[in-house]
């Protein structure tokens, strides 16, 4: 997934960038909290979140919890890389499954749907198009191997700045040499653009809920 205003890559924004470490995140309680954070505010505008809850109160809260099960979920079996500032601040994240990694362990599965549904506790309503849209993403998913950019989010504040071309580099690096393709899943049609100067093409559309937004699928094909 990725968020409603992802980073820009210009020059300009790869100089900004510059100043930003990226590095791998460990699933501390600390690290896991500020992730979701990001995530949650990367989020907030999102018509897919806007959706499940038009309320911004509630909608922040189940962000927040959300993704931060989607996360924790993860885990071991993915690769997660935080970008920081200058000051050390938490600006983006990334949380990247090698092709030997999805689908996840039925455990995570169960961690990420639990947090699924502790999200919209406060938004019963919205639990069963919640639940269609995840099992649709999961069923669109190619049957072969891949490098999946699971979750793509930088902080509004410093959105277009090259920062979601940074937390990329070493999954399209590793997936260049091996030969291997690379795919995502992206919630506005904006976004399409952004993910094909990476090299991704559109390859399908989700629309698991009638009257429900869409969700665009992506693939990236090895050079």
Same mark, same amino acid.
């Given at each position: 997934m990725s968020p409603a205003d992802p980073a820009g890559h210009d020059r300009a924004g790869a100089q900004a960038a510059s100043g930003v470490s990226i590095g791998p995140i460990k699933a501390t309680d600390?690290? #896991?909290?500020? %992730? @979701?954070?990001?995530? =949650? !505010?990367?989020?907030?505008?999102? *018509?897919?979140?806007?959706? #499940?809850?038009?309320?911004?109160?509630?909608?922040?809260?189940?962000?927040?919890?959300?993704?931060? %099960?989607?996360?924790? @979920?993860?885990?071991?079996?993915?690769?997660?890389?935080? %970008?920081?500032?200058?000051?050390?601040?938490?600006? $983006?994240?990334?949380?990247? #499954?090698?092709?030997?990694?999805?689908?996840? *362990?039925?455990?995570?599965?169960? !961690? /990420?749907?639990?947090?699924?549904?502790? %999200? #919209?506790v406060l938004r019963p309503q919205a639990v069963l198009p919640g639940v269609r849209y995840l099992l649709a993403i999961d069923q669109a998913h190619p049957d072969e191997k891949l490098w999946y950019l699971q979750l793509l989010v930088v902080d509004p504040m410093a959105q277009?700045? $090259?920062?979601? =071309?940074?937390?990329?580099?070493?999954?399209?690096? !590793?997936?260049?040499?091996? $030969?291997?393709?690379?795919?995502?899943?992206? /919630?506005?049609?904006?976004?399409?653009a952004y993910y094909r100067r990476f090299g991704y093409d559109l390859v399908g559309q989700i629309s698991p809920v009638p009257g429900g937004p869409p969700l665009f699928t992506m693939r990236r094909s090895p050079p």
């Open positions: 600390t690290d #896991l909290d500020q %992730a @979701a954070m990001v995530a =949650a !505010r990367a989020f907030f505008h999102d *018509p897919f979140f806007e959706y #499940l809850d038009s309320r911004g109160v509630t909608r922040a809260r189940g962000l927040a919890i959300f993704f931060r %099960a989607s996360i924790a @979920a993860a885990g071991r079996h993915a690769r997660i890389l935080g %970008a920081h500032d200058a000051d050390g601040r938490l600006v $983006g994240v990334s949380v990247v #499954l090698d092709p030997e990694s999805y689908p996840l *362990p039925a455990t995570s599965q169960v !961690r /990420q749907l639990v947090g699924a549904l502790r %999200a #919209l277009r700045l $090259g920062i979601g =071309a940074r937390l990329q580099e070493e999954m399209l690096r !590793r997936a260049d040499e091996e $030969g291997l393709g690379c795919y995502l899943e992206t /919630q506005k049609p904006e976004n399409i």
